[in-house]
């Protein structure tokens, strides 16, 4: 799976929205970009997914440039409950068994 | 559906006891894995399963060992606690083996080896 690079953390303002930037350069045509958070000590969550074109769920949009080595995952209006750390994963969706958390992004939404 | 469950959530062993942590997933899920977590670390997969009868191991599999001998369930024994092993430990299940969709994690089990 391709190697994935983020800011180690970020502030936001509640009521902004949030933009969660990732970078994967060496990403494969066939290797999906997932995005999941952990708030606090509790376990993972997933957020959203993609390929090639961009993705929108009720928790989130996902922005991936058109070469594909990077992406965007934007909250479009953060909340307190959003301060977490955001994990941008690379992967093929095929492979089925391996999915490699690294350290991902610290949010810290503010009052 | 009470999803990914976890027992225990806590557990304190001394080094060289051995123990098992629970894992069990009512959603009837092919795939389930185990991660461990260290403060301020990443999740690292220890060990995963595509289905009954099925484990492999993962990044991390030494001193742990699994078993899949139903669909719901699927322990993690450590046979001989050490130090390093203290860690908080998820579990996972998603429902197709091939890797389709979002991996649902239970609340962690929190261990600390003495």
């Known amino acids: 799976d391709a190697k994935t690079t983020q800011p180690t953390s970020m502030d936001c303002a509640e009521g902004r929205a949030a933009n969660l930037p990732c970078n994967h350069s060496?990403?494969?045509?066939?290797?999906?970009v997932y995005w999941y958070r952990q708030i606090h000590s509790q376990g993972p969550q997933y957020i959203i997914h993609?390929?090639?074109n961009n993705e929108t769920n009720e928790m989130a949009s996902l922005i991936i440039t058109e070469d594909r080595k990077s992406s965007t995952l934007i909250l479009p209006h953060a909340t307190l409950r959003d301060t977490a750390v955001y994990y941008c994963?690379?992967?093929?969706?095929?492979?089925?068994?391996?999915?490699?958390f690294g350290g991902g992004t610290r949010v810290l939404v503010k009052p | 559906n009470a999803g990914v469950t976890q027992t225990p959530k806590f557990q304190v062993l001394k080094t060289g006891q051995s123990m098992t942590l629970q894992c069990a997933q009512d959603m009837n899920h092919e795939y389930m894995s185990w991660y461990r977590q260290d403060p301020g670390m990443g999740l690292r997969l220890i060990h995963y399963s595509v289905g009954a009868g099925i484990t492999d191991q993962g990044e991390v599999p030494n001193g742990y060992n699994v078993s899949r001998s139903t669909t719901e369930d699927f322990p993690l024994r450590l046979l001989s606690a050490a130090p390093s092993q203290t860690s908080v430990y998820f579990c996972a299940s998603r429902a197709d083996r091939a890797g389709t969709g979002e991996l649902f994690f239970g609340e962690g089990s929190r261990l600390t080896v003495l």
């Open positions: 994963i690379v992967r093929v969706k095929a492979a089925g068994n391996k999915l490699t």
């Open positions: 993609g390929l090639k």
């Open positions: 060496t990403i494969s045509g066939n290797e999906y």
